[in-house]
C-alpha cells in the first residue's frame, strides 16, 4: 500500500507521540506533523476541530488517507503491517511477539498513564497538590516501573543491544520515550544499567535521533 500523505498529531513532548515519530522513522515513512500543544490556552487538543478527530482529547493521532488512526500501540502495529518491509517492529515468533508486547505494555499501560499531563493536572485541580507534590507522584510511579523493567530486561537472555535481540522493536519505541520522561524528573538513571545501554544504543540511530522531542518543529516554541 502506497504511504500517501501521512499526517501525525502530535505534541513534542507526548510520550505516544514519540512513540509513533520513531516507529514512522524506522519505517522511513515522510509525514507532515501537524503540533498540538497541549498547555497553551487551556489545551488545544480540547478544542472541537480536533475533539472530532479524537474524542478522548489525546495525542497521537495519525491521518493516513481517509483513515483515522488513534492510540499509539495501535498505530504502530498499523504501520508495521501496512509497511511490511524491513526493519519489522514485531519478532516473527508468537512467543517473541508476546514479550516485546508485554514490554511495552508496561512502559504504556502501566508507567505512562501514571505520569500523563492529564494526570498530573486532575492532582492539582481536584486534589490541591503543589508542583512539588506532582513531580515526586511522577518520579515515584517512573522510579517503580524502571525497577521492573530493569528485572525483565536484565535477566532474560532474549535482550540485546534492544530490548529483544539486536534490532528496535515495538518495545524500544515505547521505551526510548520513558527514558526521556525519566530524565526530565531527573531520575538517577545508574540502577538500570540495562535501560541506559538500550536507550544510548537506540539513539545512536538517526531514527530515533529525529524523533527526539528537541528535534520537532514546535519544541521551540511550546512551553
Known sequence: ???????????WRSSAAYRVRIALNLKGLAYETVPVHLVRDGGEQHAATFSELNPQELVPVLVHGSRIL???????????????????????????????????????????????LRVQQYLESTFGAT??????WTRH???????????ILGDNPSTGDYCDGEAPTLADCCLIPQVYNAKRFNIDMTPYPTVRHINETCLALEAFDKARPENQPDAQTAG
Open 1 to 11: 500500500m502506497s504511504a500517501g500523505l501521512l499526517r501525525l498529531y502530535s505534541y
Open 70 to 116: 488513534k492510540q499509539s500501540m495501535a498505530i504502530i502495529e498499523y504501520i508495521d503491517e501496512t509497511w511490511a518491509t524491513a526493519p519489522a517492529l514485531m519478532p516473527v515468533v508468537a512467543r517473541d511477539r508476546q514479550r516485546v508486547r508485554a514490554i511495552a505494555q508496561v512502559i504504556a499501560c502501566d508507567i505512562h498513564p501514571l505520569n500523563n
Open 131 to 136: 508542583q512539588e507534590q506532582r513531580d515526586e
Open 141 to 151: 510511579w517512573l522510579r517503580n516501573g524502571l525497577a521492573a523493567l530493569e528485572h
